[in-house]
């Protein structure tokens, strides 16, 4: 009987210290879930002075509090999804003040200047992006006419733009040193690109590949996976032609943050 009562014990003591381990753990897993979405690259820098509150609960995460604008939402959500333990993420981000109506100009210019910022080889901070039904105007200053027509390329191939009227500025030589040097000392945007300098975190490489091909009229429909390793991008899924797999895989080579592209996906 004693035996018996002995194990039932011991039992019970055993089961009670694998509830707490893995209580500890899942506790553990959601701290570091919390603690690396506020040390990634997007909530350091797209994010940053957005009230976003992160909490996650047995890798369940959710998202509250406000955004200045949607691409931002989406940024947020595709980050977090994207971490290590994460299983869901409820993301119930609003944004600030009246969101553009889809197919507005107003929407159509955060769309385009959401695509900038996400590429390395064209400058967002030094884009200004006009719109008037449909046709999308560009200007301000390109480093080279290199620069100035990829630009015009990621604009028109922004989803329901029209037409692109490229009016920015090639600089010269002589002042393209002073500028970049002007552009370190800039806050707001300029603080923000010069950041992406940094060394990006997977999570947040992920989420800019993901919202670049969502963005582009080209590959929005593709059904595409995403990984990261390292900076190695790998795509997956499926594309209706070997043009748009070479697309993605342009678009991808560009997005900050991104070292290598594998393109896996099957040409359907």
């Keep these: 009987m004693r035996k018996t009562t002995y194990s039932i014990a011991l039992i019970g003591t055993v089961v009670s210290l694998l509830f707490i381990n893995v209580n500890v753990f899942a506790s553990a897993t959601d701290d570091s879930i919390e603690s690396s979405a506020k040390q990634s690259h997007i909530f350091r820098t797209y994010l940053k002075g957005d009230d976003v509150t992160i909490q996650s609960k047995d890798g369940v995460v959710t ?9 931002s939402k989406s940024l947020a959500g595709e980050t977090v999804a994207s971490l290590p333990g994460v299983k869901s993420v409820n993301n119930k981000l609003g ?72 009016e920015m500025t090639v600089l010269p030589a002589e002042k393209k040193s002073e500028k970049t040097t002007m552009g370190e000392k800039m806050d707001g945007m300029g603080e923000k690109m010069n950041a992406i300098g940094e060394s990006i975190d997977d999570a947040s490489i992920t989420a800019l590949v993901k919202t670049t091909l969502l963005y582009h009229r080209s590959t929005s429909a593709l059904n595409t996976t995403v990984e990261t390793q390292n900076g190695v991008v790998t795509l997956g899924g499926k594309t209706g ?19 290598t592209v594998v393109n896996n996906m099957a040409v359907k």
């Design 63 to 71: 998202l509250t509090g406000t955004v200045s604008e949607d691409s």
């Design 241 to 259: 032609s070997a043009a748009e797999k070479n697309l993605a895989t342009k678009l991808v080579k560009d997005v900050h943050g991104v070292k």
């Design 95 to 166: 944004v600030k003040g009246e969101v553009p109506a889809k197919q507005s100009d107003a929407w159509l210019i955060t769309k385009v200047k959401s695509t900038l910022m996400f590429h390395r080889n064209v400058s967002a901070a030094e884009t200004k992006v006009f719109a008037k039904d449909g046709i999308v105007t560009l200007r301000g200053e390109a480093t080279s006419a290199a620069q100035k027509d990829l630009t015009t390329e990621y604009a028109q191939h922004v989803e329901d733009v029209k037409s692109v009227k490229n």
